[in-house]
T-cell receptor, first 113, second 112 residues
Framework: GNSVTQMEGPVTLSEEAFLTINCTYT??????LFWYVQYPGEGLQLLLK?????DKGSNKGFEATYRKETTSFHLEKGSVQVSDSAVYFC????????????FGAGTRLFVKA | SQTIHQWPATLVQPVGSPLSLECTVE??????LYWYRQAAGRGLQLLFY??????ISSEVPQNLSASRPQDRQFILSSKKLLLSDSGFYLC???????????FGDGTRLSIL
């Protein structure tokens, strides 16, 4: 079945550091891939998405490229801010997946000033 | 634009009491609807999803139930709450099976 594996946290960085959060997936079909962000006490918000191989999703300085050959969708940001502190979830949704989105376990990011 | 409303934001209930959490979506029709639970510091657990009025799929056997009495209304219920039902409950909707999900602000449920 479909699955998503993302790097365990927490990840602690200093402000302006480079961020990478790794995400790999297993899917039987051709999934769409997503990154969601959850700030403390809130629901999840869609951060970015990619719907086919080699697509790059981007938003608010974050980027992720859909790599079919490595089944990966790593999240990157060139310079993090304290306000980026949150939990990040990688997810996939597949037309053959029965209307369900598969979420990774989440990676908590702390950014220090 | 579409919006999702979830209430209440916070709820404290005694063990054995009933539960009703409500979620409504505006600005779209025939959405897929979802209920998730998130334990503190943990990932998401899909509880129920619905692709239409009266159509409910259960992912985890437990003492919770869900209903969809109207196209854009999704209700999570329990007749008798357990301590293990504590958590952060999230409602979400999507426009299709490979579309992103859009989440409500969540209900933090504490069982005493």
């Amino acid at each position: 079945g479909n699955s998503v594996t993302q790097m365990e946290g927490p990840v602690t960085l200093s402000e302006e550091a480079f961020l990478t959060i790794n995400c790999t997936y297993t899917a039987t079909g051709y999934p769409s891939l997503f990154w969601y962000v959850q700030y403390p006490g809130e629901g999840l918000q869609l951060l970015l998405k990619a719907t086919k191989a080699d697509d790059k999703g981007s938003n608010k300085g974050f980027e992720a490229t859909y790599r079919k050959e490595t089944t990966s969708f790593h999240l990157e940001k060139g310079s993090v801010q304290v306000s980026d502190s949150a939990v990040y979830f990688c997810a996939l949704s597949d037309r053959g997946g029965g209307f369900k989105t598969i979420f990774g376990a989440g990676t908590r990011l702390f950014v220090k000033a | 634009s579409q919006t999702i409303h979830q209430w209440p934001a916070t709820l404290v209930q005694p063990v054995g009491s009933p539960l009703s959490l409500e979620c409504t979506v505006e600005g779209t029709s025939n959405p897929n609807l979802y209920w998730y639970r998130q334990a503190a510091g943990r990932g998401l657990q899909l509880l129920f999803y619905s692709v239409g009025i009266g159509q409910i799929s259960s992912e985890v056997p437990q003492n919770l139930s869900a209903s969809r009495p109207q196209d854009r209304q999704f209700i999570l219920s329990s007749k008798k709450l357990l301590l293990s039902d504590s958590g952060f409950y999230l409602c979400a909707w999507s426009g299709g099976d490979d579309q992103p999900q859009h989440f409500g602000d969540g209900t933090r449920l504490s069982i005493l």
